[in-house]
Structures are given as C-alpha cells and as structure tokens.
C-alpha cells in the first residue's frame, strides 16, 4: 500500500514485498528476541501506527495455512489471522482482534 488505512479505521500500513524482513531483523525488536524466539524468522509484512507494533507472517514450511501474529515487543506474540485474506479483511474492517488485548 502506498497509504495506510485511515486513522480512524485502524491505521495499518501493508508493506511493498521490498520492505519485507525478519522479525530478528527488525531494531524495535531486538530487546524482545527471547519473546519471540519462536517467530525470529517469521516476515514483518505490516506495521500499525508507524511501527508501534508489527504484523508477523509464518511462511515456514510445514505450517498449515499462513499465521499472521501481532508483536509488539511488550507481550507474548498474538495470533490475529490464519489466512492473509483474513487479515487484510479484519485491517479493512477494523476489527478488534487484529490490535493488542487491552488487558494485555
């Protein structure tokens, strides 16, 4: 996308493939590496708000359908999507599944 969506509807930004990177590769997250062990090489593939927190995709071989985790590098990682399509259609709907718990 060449905007994000709208501030009042979510303010998510997907990334050209260009911008694409690793979860271990992205700076705002090396203090939270050991969080997110796990998920180190899963690809950042959107951002909300400017980089306040990342969409993370699970491309790895073996994964049954395509996870999409929020990571923030405040909390555990959270499953928000099972499918690309259904994250690009929660972001559009500004759904509440797709941003950190409020509890969290």
Request: aromatic share 12%; proline share 6%.
């Amino acid at each position: 996308m060449a905007r994000p969506t709208e501030p009042d509807n979510g303010w998510i930004r997907f990334w050209d493939l260009h911008s694409w990177h690793r979860v271990r590769d992205e700076p705002g997250l090396s203090d939270a590496l050991s969080t997110y062990s796990n998920l180190a090489d899963t690809i950042l593939v959107a951002d909300h708000c400017d980089s306040s927190w990342w969409y993370a995709a699970d491309f790895a071989p073996g994964t049954k359908g395509l996870n999409i985790h929020l990571v923030d590098g405040l909390r555990p990682a959270k499953l928000v999507a099972t499918s690309f399509t259904a994250f690009v259609n929660a972001a559009l709907a500004d759904a509440a599944d797709i941003y950190p718990d409020e509890a969290g």
